[in-house]
């Protein structure tokens, strides 16, 4: 017995060897159970996924400049030979994040919300830093990786998490919430590569403020996505300040690049909110302008658009709704491949007709093993139960599925049906025309306040708080002739 723990230690031991690789940032030998070309490979399957999740932001020029202030910056990383790929993608959420093996993504949300490119190349720097440092590699080790967050703020129950990541498979990585140290080392990789290309790193601190007043104007009630992901300790403004002071002294940067106005003129005409052709949410019911379709929304409940599906669940977390295409030949054809997709044993399956459209309702019950099956019998546990309603619009088949707990089903059933039934063609003008708002340029002609210049540019007195975070200006700060403003508009 003794030999045999030996063995065993001396097998641990030249694993944990084996297992060590020297952190390209400290230099220091760290435990990982991942190889590079591994990490390289984690981040090409996550890659697609991403796109088809959000869709690629369609501007060739800002994509070609984060490619190039990507590339810039990678080139004095830490890690300036892998194959990095910098994307904006198609989301109004405020969130910049980063997959393991060099792929960083920003969305259209935050980008409206920087007002340099000093503030663009902070936060460019700190997710390149989660890279370089292999932050996600350790949280790997540490089997930390959280579970997907597609629905914000909302923490769904296990086994109705599942139906929410079928098509999204390995997205956990985009909602990866790393610990204080490892954020307060991105910080520090933030400042020192942005500052190593020319800019102004103090303006990285100014934009967390920014963010921090984005979740005030939300009543606190959501934190934008990259304050929700990366945790944000109290004294973080203080220290990047800090540290910018000491790398442009170190540097001798007499001259740190903000580029204001260069960066604004870049975003003019970016879509801001939600982009109304690809759906949108108003009064309480789900618009899709080019799909032609609508259904109401159970109020109060949490929702989020995809281009791969819309989703819905109460803040209890205890349910789930979700609407997307389903494949087939036929309307019965898709309902079966709704059963497959989602290992679903239909209990009964009836043909009927939702505002003149042909459809087929089920209720199902996902299919166990017989082990699991057993186990929840022993525990008198409940089994995951399904209400589908498979619907043909035109020449194609989608389903709105809602899921919960057996025990919490009949709880439901009212929310599930009536958005269920109320699924109808769209052929309102108002909404199948509906433009999305952009980012707009004005050049003050006359000092005033920002909210006196607001005023004139015709802004609702309900949004002038929401415009001052968008400029990162408060409504008393004074603007001179000459100044560049954003606002939204259509």
Known sequence: MKNFSLIVALTAFS???????????TGKRQVVLM??????????????????????????ALQNFITAKGKQMAAI???????????????????????????????????????????????????LGHVTARH???????QLLGQLGLIASMVLKPELAQFAEQASQGLGLLFLKFGRDAERQSDELGVEYSSKIGYDAHQMAGFFKTLERKSAETGSEELPAFLSTHPNPGDRNVTVGQLA?????????????????????????????????????????????????????????????????????????????MLTLVPGQSLQDAANNV????????????????????????????????????????QQQAVVRTLSYVIQHGQSYYVLLGVSNSTDFNNYTASFTNTMQGF????DPAKLNRQPERVRLKTVTKAGTLRQLLLQYKVPEKRLEEMAVVNGMALTDALAAGTLLKVIEQ
């Open 15 to 25: 694993f944990l060897v084996n297992s060590c690789a020297r952190n390209p940032v």
């Open 35 to 60: 190889s590079e070309a591994q990490e390289i490979a984690m981040g090409k399957e996550a890659d697609p996924q991403i796109i088809a999740q959000f869709g690629l932001y369609k501007d060739t």
């Open 77 to 127: 990383s830490h890690r300036p030979n892998l194959a990095y790929e910098f994307k904006i993608v198609d989301s109004d959420v405020l969130n910049a994040f980063a997959v393991p093996g060099g792929y960083v993504y920003f969305t259209r949300g935050i980008m409206a919300h920087f007002n340099n490119e000093a503030e663009f190349a902070g936060v460019l720097g700190h997710e």
């Open 136 to 142: 996600s590699v350790a949280q790997q080790r540490n």
């Open 245 to 321: 002071t000491k790398w442009k002294q170190d540097l001798n940067l007499t001259n740190p690049l903000v580029n204001r106005n260069t960066y604004l003129k870049r975003i003019e005409g970016l879509i801001y909110g939600e982009d109304p052709q690809q759906g949108f949410l108003e009064n309480n019911v789900f618009y899709h302008p080019v799909l032609k379709f609508q259904f109401p929304v159970p109020a109060t409940w949490a929702y989020q658009n995809n281009p791969q599906r819309v989703q819905m669940a109460p803040k209890d977390g205890k349910a789930l709704m």
């Open 339 to 378: 059963l497959k997709q989602f290992n679903l044993q239909a209990q009964s399956s009836n043909n009927v007709t939702v505002n003149g459209l042909n459809a087929i309702a089920m209720v199902a019950d996902q299919v166990q093993q017989q082990q699991q099956q057993q186990q929840q019998q022993q």
């Open 424 to 427: 109808k063609v769209l052929t």
